[in-house]
């Protein structure tokens, strides 16, 4: 492949940084009904990846993969309890193999839709495998069966499903957690998928940087009128927690714009600019220090794009 793009590399990121822990073995997906026809589907074990699926009168569409063939078997039982209807679109919320390497296990008839910038990177399926080797525990059998399967739908900002009776749309605000994030949202149910844009106590600006991330939420806020967020990896929450990222992020883009202003090197700025109280979660919680390298990353992440490098 020519022009080949540079893809995340375990080796680049700082020590304190936890790799995330997305082996599936042993996951059960719970199935909640949000409204009617509307569900999520929950992950039995924390941080493995949720999903979910909406039916309407002529079909159903589901949201994400997951990152192995019986995973993704697992999704279409749960749609096979509640509806016999075809699976005719499975939207894929980014390009992470926990979204995308299912896609092989649904019907050829299926549509896969995703946004334009997850299309460019999911052809990087070896190098992919190879990054979520740690995550899920250097298990290969974890990824057995799974091939390559791209995007049957491109689409660039907002595309519209009318599965009958029942609306779904797929929005682009922007880069956040990765290039390509897409917001699924039902307006019925006033409910969004998020994939790795919110999930925790603040988000993780994995390819981005604090103010990048910051513009997208807004424009999400501004955008959608929504109740319920389901993320990839944490459990369902309400709308207010969109504020509390903003607020997050605004924190880091202002501690090291003022860091950078003051002449701070990186090292500088990474004691500077800590987790406010809000964000902190206390030293004996065993998150604490996972959520320290994750803001510690972001930090990183923001300082090298303020100064241009």
């Known amino acids: 492949m020519s022009g080949r793009i540079k893809l995340l590399d375990w080796a680049e990121f700082p020590e304190s940084f936890s790799k995330w822990k997305l082996n599936p073995t042993g996951a059960h997906l719970e199935t909640t009904e949000l409204s009617p026809g509307v569900y999520a589907l929950i992950s039995s074990i924390p941080g493995v990846d949720n999903a979910g699926f909406v039916v309407g009168e002529r079909g159903v569409l589901v949201i994400d993969a997951h990152i192995s063939v019986p995973m993704a078997k697992q999704i279409i039982e749960r749609v096979r309890e509640v509806t016999d209807k075809p699976i005719r679109y499975l939207v894929n919320s980014n390009y ?19 946004h334009r910038r997850t299309a460019e990177l999911v052809p990087y399926f070896e190098e992919e495998r190879a990054f979520m080797m740690p995550c899920v525990d250097d298990d290969p059998a974890i990824f057995e069966g ?33 290039p ?36 997208t939420l807004a424009r999400f806020v501004r955008t959608l009128d929504v109740e319920t967020l389901v993320p990839a990896h944490m459990p369902m929450v309400g709308a ?42 206390p030293p004996e ?17 923001t300082y090298l794009a303020l100064k241009g490098e």
């Open 180 to 215: 390509g994030d897409t917001i699924t949202y039902v307006p019925e149910a006033k409910a969004a998928w998020t994939g790795n844009v919110t999930g925790g106590i603040f988000g993780l600006a994995l390819e981005t940087d604090a103010p990048t991330y910051m513009e």
């Open 240 to 281: 207010e927690y969109l504020g509390k990222y903003l607020l997050y992020f605004s924190e880091v883009t202002e501690g090291v714009r003022k860091a950078i202003g003051d002449g701070c090197s990186l090292e500088e700025t990474l004691e500077r600019v800590v987790q406010s109280e809000t964000f902190s979660l």
């Open 285 to 301: 919680d065993p998150r604490a220090a996972v959520m320290t390298g994750r803001h510690q990353y972001n930090v990183r992440r």
């Open 96 to 114: 992470h193999a926990d979204h995308t390497f299912g896609n092989c296990a649904f019907p050829a008839e299926t549509l896969v839709v995703q």
């Open 146 to 178: 799974v091939t390559l399967r791209t995007p049957d739908i491109v689409f660039d900002n907002y595309i519209r499903f009318d599965l009958g009776g029942r609306v779904v749309e797929c929005h682009y605000f922007g880069p956040a957690n990765t």
